[in-house]
């Protein structure tokens, strides 16, 4: 099982190049980033119940942090955890993640979701009642533009007359689609019609959604596994286990988005996790 890192990146934190840095000099194997484009004052109350954290505000644009990051690292996947695909047009969309595959050489994932601030996304022209089928319809767009020399779609949320785009993404078909959601029927619907695999929060979601992953990727033909990567548990030796004896492929524990005095000794106590862990 894989173990690395997710962090609200800021302009508070480490640089994407130095965390990037030492989050492959210490053995881990990926650095994901979150997105949110901005935060109106009247923004929706955070799901955890608690104020919202000041990064939520701060934060990097992922592709922009990501494309740093594979600069100066060899080895680590770059991901996205998760991208706000309802909030973005599609097709540039497209452009970004197949540019920031190529130039890593194949070692990006696309973790994307729906969204839960209902004002952020409604400045970006989309209701709140259609952002499911907004992503749904968007992911579309982007493989037929990452796998087709002529790609077109006709959807109810997204429209594509035949275009054509290159470059193509390096890893073959395309990078790995994650869908970041609580893995309720629609989500699942969604998971095996238009991703590659989940992002559950956690190891209970996980626990317990597992059965019902793996029964519907069976039941609509799917070949393969999911892949499974789960985002955010306590970082503790016996978990991590539990989650590999489960069949899970990669685990993100969070940093602190912090400065570099508190960012770097979690780095280093992830590590150790991970040195046990193998």
Not at 137 to 166: G, I, M
Not at 224 to 242: A, F, I, K, N, Q
Request: proline content about 9%; hydrophobic content about 40%; charged content about 25%.
């Amino acid at each position: 099982m894989r173990l690395g890192v997710a962090i609200f990146l800021t302009d508070r934190t480490p640089t994407p190049v130095d965390l990037a840095r030492a989050v492959e000099e210490r053995g881990l194997d990926h650095l994901f980033v979150p997105e949110h484009t901005h935060m109106p004052l009247a923004h929706d109350p955070h799901p955890s119940g608690e104020p919202l954290p000041d990064p939520y505000r701060r934060t990097l644009d992922p592709f922009v942090a990501l494309a740093a990051a594979a600069a100066v690292t060899e080895r680590i996947e770059l991901g996205t955890g998760i991208c706000l695909v309802a909030q973005r047009d599609p097709i540039v969309t497209a452009k970004e993640v197949a540019s920031l595959d190529l130039v890593s050489g194949g070692r990006f994932v696309l973790g994307v979701g729906y969204g839960w601030n209902r004002p952020e996304l409604e400045a970006h022209g989309v209701a709140w009642a259609d952002r499911r089928d907004v992503v749904r319809d968007r992911l579309r767009v982007l493989r037929a533009l990452w796998t087709e020399d002529v790609a077109s779609v006709d959807a109810p949320h997204a429209q594509l007359a035949p275009s054509q785009a290159w470059p193509k993404p390096s890893r073959a078909p395309h990078p790995p689609v994650l869908l970041g959601a609580g893995l309720g029927p629609r989500t699942l619907a969604d998971l095996v019609d238009v991703a590659d695999g989940w992002m559950p929060m956690g190891a209970s979601a996980t626990r317990e959604g597992l059965p019902r992953l793996r029964d519907g990727w069976e039941r609509a033909g799917r070949d393969g596994s999911p892949t499974v990567h789960v985002y955010g548990t306590r970082p503790d030796l016996d978990g991590l286990r539990e989650l590999a004896g489960l069949g899970v492929d990669a685990v993100s524990l969070w940093l602190p988005s912090a400065g570099a005095d508190e960012v770097v000794p979690a780095l280093d106590r992830i590590a150790e996790l991970r040195a046990r862990l193998r």
